[in-house]
């Protein structure tokens, strides 16, 4: 089945420092989100890409989307304290039945912030 | 306007109990799934909807049942709760764009 694969699994930064997770898929996807689990909370959605080689921003937040429509990536500028948590990538992808209702989640990145 | 709302938030159950989880939304959003959250293993879809009356299985769908009754509910239910279940359990609902998660059920299954 689908697999997404998200690197790396932990991050540990001082503040200040840039942070970036990557995340790879074995299959080709019609989109990926991004999503942010604060500890002790509920995955919040903050962005989709669909396009091949998209790049949008969110202030200190850039993603984007491989030219393959395979990988991902989020980066963060000087992070910040208020960026701790844990970062997912969720991929679409078209199933046999032409159905695109399923994401499947890579394991996540924990960014930890040292102030 | 709640969003997606979980009721219970916390529950304990002995090995072969059973318990339904109720994810109620009011954003009149068509799809529904429940994940489930465990350490290292990110979140799992267990089951999912795309319109009342209609469910399918997720990747995780074994030892557990749901039901859309109706377009704003999605139940999940253990019929007989086994160790293995004990986990962090999510809502969610979407209009076909982000998902819309609800605050989680955390289960222990002793």
């Known amino acids: 089945g689908q697999q997404v694969m998200q690197i790396p699994q932990y991050q540990h930064v001082q503040e200040g420092e840039d942070f970036t997770t990557y995340c790879n898929s074995s299959?080709?996807?019609?989109?990926i989100q991004w999503y942010k689990q604060r500890p002790g909370g509920h995955p919040v959605f903050l962005i989709q890409?669909?396009?091949?080689?998209e790049v949008k921003k969110q202030k200190r937040l850039t993603f984007q989307f491989g030219e393959a429509k395979k990988n991902s990536s989020l980066h963060i500028t000087a992070t910040q304290t208020t960026d701790v948590g844990t970062y997912f990538c969720?991929?679409?992808?078209?199933?046999?039945?032409?159905?695109?209702?399923?994401?499947?989640f890579g394991k996540g990145t924990l960014l930890t912030v040292n102030p | 306007n709640a969003g997606v709302t979980q009721t219970p938030k916390f529950r304990v159950l002995k090995t072969g109990q059973s318990m339904t989880l109720l994810c109620a939304q009011d954003?009149?959003?068509?799809?529904m799934y429940w994940y489930r959250q465990d350490p290292g293993m990110g979140l799992r879809l267990i089951h999912y909807?795309?319109?009342?009356?209609?469910?399918a299985k997720g990747e995780v769908p074994d030892g557990y049942n749901v039901s859309r009754l109706k377009k704003q509910n999605f139940l999940l239910g253990l019929e007989s709760a086994a160790p293995s279940q004990t986990s962090v359990y999510f809502c969610?609902?979407?209009?076909?764009?982000?998902?819309?998660f609800g605050s989680g059920t955390q289960l222990s299954v002793l």
């Open positions: 969610a609902s979407s209009q076909g764009f982000g998902l819309f």
């Open positions: 299959t080709t996807l019609s989109n």
């Open positions: 890409l669909v396009k091949s080689g």
């Open positions: 969720a991929g679409r992808k078209w199933d046999s039945g032409g159905s695109n209702y399923k994401l499947t």
């Open positions: 954003m009149n959003h068509e799809y």
């Open positions: 909807s795309v319109g009342e009356g209609t469910t």
